[in-house]
């Protein structure tokens, strides 16, 4: 079975500077996807970015990006010039297949908080 | 624009009463799911749905039960709630659009949270 893990419980940052949040993930697939999702106070999931398998460039949406690492199972995201608004819990999740379902298998999750 | 809709968005239960919530979308989306998100856990599919009539256990299906008889919506049941119930429930659904772009992502409601005592 897909396991995702996230080995930090709590990061802070800075306002305006950079930082990396840590996701591996194990599997036996070839093709699958992979994503961050951010839930802020309200509860919302809201997905930040996601990344394709197959696809070798790292994905980037604005200040968001990954460092994708399919031989190593690693998918970190890093924020710059983080905001205040971008205090939350972020969650990685793979996304399996099985019988077209695809469900998401997700990481416990990372908590940033934005010192200002 | 409502996208997925849960309902109610507060509960507090006693142990050994029972209780439905709904999730609700207008996105003609055939895929839905139940999650259920602890502390230090992520989130852990309860069950999930491909189509109208159809359901399936996920990760951690017992203690609960499922129904979707309408394409729009996914009910989840607790026939009898145990405090270790107790969490923040998330209904998504998901398209089996046309673009594999579309079919990657999932809408999730804005939860439940359920207080078993």
């Known amino acids: 079975a897909q396991t995702v893990t996230q080995s930090q419980p709590e990061m802070s940052v800075q306002e305006a500077e950079t930082v990396t949040l840590s996701c591996t993930y194990d599997t036996s697939e070839s093709d699958y996807y992979l994503f961050w999702y951010k839930q802020p106070p309200s509860r919302q999931m809201i997905l930040v970015i996601r990344?394709?398998?197959?696809?070798?460039q790292n994905a980037t949406e604005n200040r968001f990006s990954v460092n994708f690492q399919k031989a190593a199972k690693s998918f970190s995201l890093k924020i710059s010039d983080s905001q205040l608004g971008d205090a939350a819990m972020y969650f990685c999740a793979y996304r399996t297949s099985i019988q077209g379902a695809q469900k998401l298998v997700f990481g416990q999750g990372t908590r940033l908080t934005i010192n200002p | 624009n409502a996208g997925v809709t849960q309902t109610p968005k507060f509960r507090v239960l006693k142990t050994g009463q029972s209780m439905t919530l709904l999730c609700a979308q207008d996105m003609n989306h055939e895929y839905m799911y139940w999650y259920r998100q602890d502390p230090g856990m992520g989130l852990r599919l309860i069950h999930y749905?491909?189509?109208?009539?159809?359901?399936a256990k996920g990760e951690v299906p017992d203690g609960y039960n499922v129904s979707r008889l309408k394409k729009q919506n996914f009910l989840l049941g607790l026939e009898s709630a145990a405090p270790s119930q107790t969490s923040v429930y998330f209904c998504?659904?998901?398209?089996?659009?046309?673009?594999?772009?579309?079919?990657?992502?999932?809408?999730f409601g804005q939860g439940t949270r359920l207080t078993v005592v």
């Open positions: 998504a659904s998901r398209t089996a659009g046309a673009t594999e772009r579309s079919r990657t992502e999932a809408f």
């Open positions: 749905s491909v189509g109208e009539g159809t359901t």
């Open positions: 990344q394709e398998a197959y696809k070798q």
